[in-house]
Structures are given as structure tokens and as C-alpha cells.
């Protein structure tokens, strides 16, 4: 957290993040994903390098997946979030369908 609140003194308009939640407690991961939001809509432009793809799914307008160093879907956040399928091939994951299982 210290790190992004440095980087935000330079007034960025583009801001790198690689797994800006590691280590966090689930409560200020949260927090973070809160604040990013807020940033946003303020103009901040965001690329997240995140493991959890779930949360940063929730916020985000497109995604990349990678495999071996090459992009294997590019689309907009809501495809991978629709598509248990994607997500379990590129990630080992699925996201929770509303009755609480994975797809």
C-alpha cells in the first residue's frame, strides 16, 4: 500500500500494478480493490497483474490471459467472468455460479 501511495505522488495517469493484494488480508484486499475504483473514476488507468482473478474481474473493462509468455484470450472483463470454461483452462479456477459452485 505504501508503494501505490508513492507511485500516486507522481499524478500518474497510467499505473502498473503486479498483485498489488499479495500477502493482504482478505478485508484490505477489499480496501484496495475499493480504492482502485475510486482512482479510476478520476481518470487513472489501470494494468493489474493479479492472481486473484476474481476480485480483479469485478473491476476491470478487459482482460488478457497468458500462457507461456503469449496472449490466449483478449476480451472484455464480462466474457471471462460468463465463461467458467476460460477461466478454468487459463487459471484453474471457475467463478461461483450464483448458487455458490464453481463452473
Given at each position: 500500500?505504501?508503494?501505490?501511495?508513492?507511485?500516486?505522488?507522481?499524478?500518474?495517469?497510467?499505473?502498473?500494478?503486479?498483485?498489488?493484494?499479495?500477502g493482504?488480508?482478505?478485508?484490505?484486499?477489499?480496501?484496495?480493490?475499493?480504492?482502485?475504483?475510486?482512482?479510476?473514476?478520476f481518470?487513472?488507468?489501470?494494468?493489474?497483474?493479479?492472481?486473484?482473478?476474481?476480485?480483479?474481474?469485478?473491476?476491470?473493462?478487459?482482460?488478457?490471459?497468458?500462457?507461456n509468455?503469449?496472449?490466449?484470450?483478449?476480451?472484455?472483463?464480462?466474457?471471462?467472468?460468463n465463461?467458467?470454461?476460460?477461466?478454468?483452462?487459463?487459471?484453474?479456477?471457475?467463478?461461483?455460479?450464483?448458487?455458490?459452485?464453481?463452473?
Open positions: 500500500m505504501l508503494a501505490m501511495g508513492r507511485a500516486l505522488m507522481a499524478e500518474p495517469k497510467f499505473l502498473m500494478m503486479d498483485e498489488p493484494t499479495a493482504l488480508a482478505p478485508k484490505l484486499v477489499e480496501e484496495v480493490f475499493g480504492f482502485i475504483v475510486r482512482l479510476r473514476e481518470g487513472l488507468t489501470f494494468l493489474i497483474v493479479e492472481e486473484k482473478v476474481e476480485h480483479v474481474l469485478k473491476i476491470s473493462h478487459r482482460a488478457y490471459i497468458l500462457q509468455g503469449r496472449i490466449v484470450f483478449e476480451g472484455r472483463s464480462e466474457e471471462v467472468r465463461s467458467g470454461a476460460i477461466l478454468k483452462a487459463y487459471t484453474g479456477s471457475g467463478i461461483k455460479s450464483k448458487e455458490g459452485r464453481r463452473e
